[in-house]
T-cell receptor, first 115, second 115 residues
Framework: AQSVTQLGSHVSVSEGALVLLRCNYS??????LFWYVQYPNQGLQLLLK??????LVKGINGFEAEFKKSETSFHLTKPSAHMSDAAEYFC?????????????FGKGTHLIIQP | DTGVSQDPRHKITKRGQNVTFRCDPI?????LYWYRQTLGQGPEFLTY????????KSRLLSDRFSAERPKGSFSTLEIQRTEQGDSAMYLC?????????????FGPGTRLTVL
């Protein structure tokens, strides 16, 4: 069975500062990894995903994440935070490359942007 | 393409009543997933369909939960004899079954409150 751990239920950064949201996973097979963002009263939106190939993945809104197999990590970063980045962020793992299973999510990290 | 839609957006019911939620996936998507999200947690996978076939249902929370997708288009999730612990956000997602494509698109959710 797979699992996802997101360190820090709340992360606060100043506008313009580096954003780092941590995600570690456990999986018995090579995983497929995702970051989703959830704004209040909205559905989950995919930020980026890792399937195979390049381990540094770029997503929307200036976010990127790096898959590190040796560390079983998939941390999300953004060089410069914007007020509009304030939201809930979820890391998720799938064992299927074709979507033939449900995603396993972490508990989420609430990102707070200080002006 | 109007995205994944869910109806109703909010449902308040009394304990012991039955409730049914509807999900309309993106039109060309043949996979449909249901998740439950409780406060402060990430979404929890419940079940999924490929076309009209329910390929995974062991993760449904109890025998009070059931889901259908009779014509391979929209789906319904029913909870019988609701309990206060069923209060949560119920999310639907859809995807196109292609190898290498495991991106799930989420709807806005139905928030259930059981009094």
């Amino acid at each position: 069975a797979q699992s996802v751990t997101q360190l820090g239920s709340h992360v606060s950064v100043s506008e313009g500062a580096l954003v780092l949201l941590r995600c570690n996973y456990s999986s018995s097979v090579p995983p497929y990894l995702f970051w989703y963002v959830q704004y209040p009263n909205q559905g989950l939106q995919l930020l980026l995903k890792y399937t195979t190939g390049a381990t540094l993945v770029k997503g929307i809104n200036g976010f990127e994440a790096e898959f590190k197999k040796s560390e079983t990590s998939f941390h999300l970063t953004k060089p410069s935070a914007h007020m509009s980045d304030a939201a809930e962020y979820f890391c998720a793992v799938s064992l299927s490359g074709g979507g033939a299973d449900g995603l396993t999510f972490g508990k989420g990290t609430h990102l707070i942007i200080q002006p | 393409d109007t995205g994944v839609s869910q109806d109703p957006r909010h449902k308040i019911t009394k304990r012991g009543q039955n409730v049914t939620f509807r999900c309309d996936p993106i039109s060309e998507h043949n996979r449909l997933y249901w998740y439950r999200q409780t406060l402060g947690q990430g979404p929890e996978f419940l079940t999924y369909f490929q076309n009209e076939a329910q390929l995974e249902k062991s993760r449904l929370l109890s025998d009070r939960f059931s889901a259908e997708r009779p014509k391979g288009s929209f789906s319904t999730l029913e909870i019988q004899r609701t309990e206060q612990g069923d209060s949560a956000m119920y999310l639907c997602a859809s995807s196109l079954a292609l190898w290498g494509n495991n991106e799930q698109f989420f709807g806005p959710g139905t928030r259930l409150t059981v009094l």
